[in-house]
């Protein structure tokens, strides 16, 4: 019954912001770690950005550090991922996912995942 969606993408234009969200439900615990993800065409699947289940610990993808930041609201089952000054390079389907286990640190590496949502679309374009 765990379940993740994703919510926020869209169609911007390069330097604008976006901000994604990804809501859980079902999961007895809120603190599993918690990972952004995505994929462009033709392209693997990479991390983007990872958080740990009490926030203490985050990575960033190097092509993101300084433009992306990441959060939690546990109480509120949310994970929230702000983009600011979007580049066409950030065009891809954004996928967050959990972990099975409550997560003391998080890996930006697919294997570390269990539960994935259904992705949202993210298109920076002029």
């Known amino acids: 019954q765990e379940q993740l969606v994703e919510s926020g993408g869209g169609l911007v234009q390069p330097g604008e912001s976006l901000r994604l969200s990804c809501a859980a439900s079902?999961?007895?615990?809120?603190?599993?770690?918690i990972g952004w993800f995505r994929q462009a065409p033709g392209k693997e699947r990479e991390g983007v950005s990872c958080i740990s289940g009490s926030g203490g610990k985050i990575f960033y993808a190097e092509s993101v550090k300084g433009r992306f930041t990441i959060s939690r609201d546990n109480a509120k089952k949310l994970v929230i991922l702000q983009m600011n000054s979007l580049k066409p390079e950030d065009t891809a389907v954004y996928y967050c996912?959990?972990?099975?286990?409550?997560?003391?640190?998080?890996?930006?590496?697919?294997?570390?995942?269990?539960?994935w949502g259904q992705g949202t679309q993210v298109t920076v374009s002029s």
């Open positions: 079902g999961f007895t615990s809120n603190y599993n770690s």
């Open positions: 996912a959990a972990d099975a286990h409550y997560g003391l640190g998080c890996s930006l590496r697919k294997s570390s995942y269990e539960y």
